[in-house]
């Protein structure tokens, strides 16, 4: 286990982490693999849904998730706060791109012929997040990456020295209102996700 010492006192140990081995990182992708089969075939407007309800749970719990931030990682809780608030909106903000046009209607030379260009979601996506700012910086890689019907491996840099906690509460939030549960884990400088349903 590593452990997440409080930076203000760093006698008080916040949080525990699994040490992830090479094997369990394999695995948080192959995981990730199986969640973007069934994500990317959720219609957009319910994954919408899933974002926006996330974003009320964060908001709800704003006050825990600003405590957190603070032990871990040493921001005032004024800016603690502020940034709980910003990544419900930035959640709130890509949730509305579900009812954004998903492609484009093209003219074509041909008689009786249109040419159409489709998103389609891409796979796992990795997203390396630093360590100034682990809630909202993840909230704005997730967000696109999510409502476009992909799955997520948020990772800390190389010199993060915290697992996100905050984040990893807001994952559960994910998980508790239909979407895929993000499960963070740490290894050595490397951390990954698990997506599970």
Not at 21 to 33: D, F, L
Not at 42 to 69: P, Q
Not at 111 to 118: H, K, L
């Amino acid at each position: 286990m590593l452990e997440v010492r409080d930076p203000a006192d760093v006698r008080s140990v916040v949080a525990e982490v699994p040490a992830m081995t090479a094997a369990e990182v394999a695995a948080a992708y192959a995981s990730a693999r199986v969640a973007f089969a069934a994500w990317r075939r959720v219609n957009a407007l319910d994954r919408a849904a899933v974002l926006a309800r996330a974003a009320g749970l964060i908001r709800a719990r704003s006050e825990h998730g600003a405590v957190t931030l603070v032990r871990e990682n040493g921001k005032t809780l004024a800016e603690a706060r502020v940034e709980v608030a910003k990544t419900a909106d930035f959640l709130d903000y890509y949730a509305s791109f579900a009812r954004q046009p998903w492609g484009e209607l093209l003219a074509d030379a041909r008689p009786g012929t249109a040419t159409t260009v489709r998103f389609e979601p891409v796979g796992v996506v990795l997203a390396i997040c630093p360590w100034n700012d682990p809630l909202i910086t993840p909230a704005r890689k997730l967000g696109p990456a999510l409502i476009a019907g992909n799955a997520v491996l948020p990772t800390a840099g190389w010199d993060v020295h915290h697992p996100f906690g905050g984040f990893r509460e807001s994952g559960s939030a994910f998980k508790e209102q239909g979407g895929p549960g993000l499960r963070f884990y740490t290894r050595i400088k490397t951390s990954a996700v698990r997506f599970a349903w």
